[in-house]
């Protein structure tokens, strides 16, 4: 059964700092891997996807990676903003359509 | 920019009463999803939907789950007889391909029932 690791549950840091999420799976066998956002009480907003083919994908600030035979992907967020607060969650697919969440990372940047 | 609307946004019920979550999914999508998230816990898969049927369903939506498409933009989640432990976040989502052909699965903003 596929289960999804994320470290650490929570992180503080100063505005301007880059830092590393992390999220690890048990079963390599996956399509894809997707990270997400949730803001407090709110939906998810898709962030980036990464093909099971496929060893990084960048948005803006943010670079995600993929080693599947290891089972980890990281998301990296540059010089992180106050704006960047929320709940990091990464999801996979593994042998069908259905995502398998992480419990996540909540994530506080201050000013 | 499209994108999948949910209503209500909150809603509130007795024990053993029956609910109806409602979705607009994006338009152009073909695969339609409904996920739940307890508080403080994961995002769990409840059933997917595709050509008007369910292509796959979690242990968790059992006989007191069922999901339509009554219309061309509709999907619906209905919850028979409710219990206190359905109380959670529900998202619906949506994609164009099945996510195993690596295509983004869209969340809407979830509707919050709280069951008394």
């Known amino acids: 059964k596929q289960e999804v690791t994320q470290i650490p549950a929570a992180l503080s840091v100063p505005e301007g700092e880059n830092l590393v999420l992390n999220c690890s799976f048990t079963?390599?066998?996956?399509?894809?891997l997707q990270w997400f956002r949730q803001d407090p009480g709110k939906g998810l907003t898709s962030l980036l996807l990464i093909q099971s083919s496929q060893r990084e994908q960048t948005s803006g600030r943010l670079n995600a990676s993929l080693d599947k035979s290891s089972g980890r992907s990281t998301l990296y967020i540059a010089a992180s903003q106050p704006g960047d607060s929320a709940t990091y969650l990464c999801a996979v697919t593994h042998n069908t359509d259905k995502l398998i969440f992480g419990t996540g990372t909540r994530l506080q940047v201050f000013p | 920019e499209p994108e999948v609307t949910q209503t209500p946004s909150h809603q509130v019920t007795q024990m053993g009463q029956e609910v109806i979550l409602r979705c607009v999914p994006i338009s152009n999508h073909l695969y339609f999803y409904w996920y739940r998230q307890i508080l403080g816990q994961k995002v769990e898969f409840l059933v997917s939907f595709y050509n008007n049927e369910i292509s796959e369903k979690s242990e968790i939506f059992d006989d007191q789950f069922s999901v339509e498409r009554p219309d061309g933009s509709n999907f619906t989640l209905k919850i028979r007889s409710t219990k206190l432990e359905d109380s959670a976040m529900y998202f619906c989502?949506?994609?164009?391909?099945?996510?195993?052909?690596?295509?983004?699965?869209?969340f809407g903003p979830g509707t919050r029932l709280l069951v008394l």
């Open positions: 079963d390599s066998a996956i399509y894809n």
């Open positions: 989502a949506s994609s164009v391909l099945l996510a195993g052909a690596q295509e983004t699965q869209y």
